[in-house]
């Protein structure tokens, strides 16, 4: 009998749900392995599975997201050692899951706690609450691949926002995993889309596109391009949230900060008694 030649997995994109494979039919060698190289089409792509996305996601209640949230916490957890066998090490998996629990619980009470009544003179309720920007696009972090990744993806979708994520070229694997995770965890399709290759193609697009409403450049470490990427936000005024090189200290206490940088305030005014 000859040997056998075992299968090498090809990382596909991940939008809409699906994991197609590029539309240029490119892809590049990462941990002997092929991960597929991302286009502008398919930045573009990828934006209108989030649009289609937002929808639904941010009319879920809030108790839903933290169901599913806890989820792919659950789902993690299963495939542990198979995030180890990429190069994470057990502590930062371990952090990633309970990082994802942590979100999880903040889904319905952001609301008390960023919202809430606000005095004014005269026979009136004035109620300030959060509501989802829309769609955000996301450069993640190089190191810690893992943890990084879900310390950007999950403030941003926990709150009802959808996403497109430029994962680091130099660590796709994680995120191009933790996809196929987010696919088994009843999270709709769109709500989260992973695209992988080089940021300085799908990035500029992301940062210019009209349909998105805020973006992430915490895994931009050039200064040069992120101050170019912010002039290409204010095109159509995108909320940009650019975290200094010192924040990133991803196994510390979140915060909020993620959570309510990608919120907008509605303001309604009802009169009393009526």
Avoid: C
């Amino acid at each position: 009998m000859s040997e056998r030649v075992a299968v090498r997995k090809t990382y596909k994109l991940f939008i809409g749900g699906k994991f197609p494979r590029s539309e240029s039919g490119r892809s590049y060698l990462v941990q002997d392995s092929n991960v597929s190289l991302a286009s502008r089409k398919d930045a573009r792509d990828a934006v209108v599975a989030a649009r289609a996305a937002v929808k639904g996601w941010a009319g879920a209640t809030a108790y839903n997201r933290g169901q599913i949230l806890y989820r792919v916490a659950e789902m993690l957890e299963g495939r542990r050692d198979q995030f180890v066998a990429l190069g994470a090490s057990a502590d930062e998996v371990d952090a990633a899951i309970d990082r994802w629990v942590w979100y999880a619980g903040w889904s319905d009470k952001l609301p008390q706690v960023y919202g809430g009544a606000n005095p004014v003179a005269g026979p009136y309720f004035n109620l300030s609450a959060p509501e989802p920007t829309g769609v955000v696009a996301v450069v993640a972090p190089e190191s810690p691949a893992l943890l990084g990744l879900v310390s950007v993806i999950a403030p941003a979708i926990v709150t009802g926002n959808t996403v497109v994520v430029a994962a680091s070229p130099s660590a796709p694997l994680a995120a191009v995993t933790l996809a196929e995770v987010l696919a088994t965890s009843d999270l709709p399709g769109g709500v989260v889309n992973i695209l992988t290759g080089r940021l300085s193609e799908t990035v500029p697009t992301l940062a210019a596109h009209m349909d998105v409403n805020a973006i992430d450049l915490t895994g931009v470490a050039d200064a040069e391009l992120a101050a170019e990427l912010e002039v290409k936000a204010a095109e159509n005024l995108k909320r940009v949230l650019r975290p200094a090189p010192a924040d990133h200290d991803w196994s510390a206490d979140p915060g909020l900060a993620r959570m309510t940088t990608l919120l907008e305030t509605k303001t309604v005014w009802h009169p009393k008694g009526v």
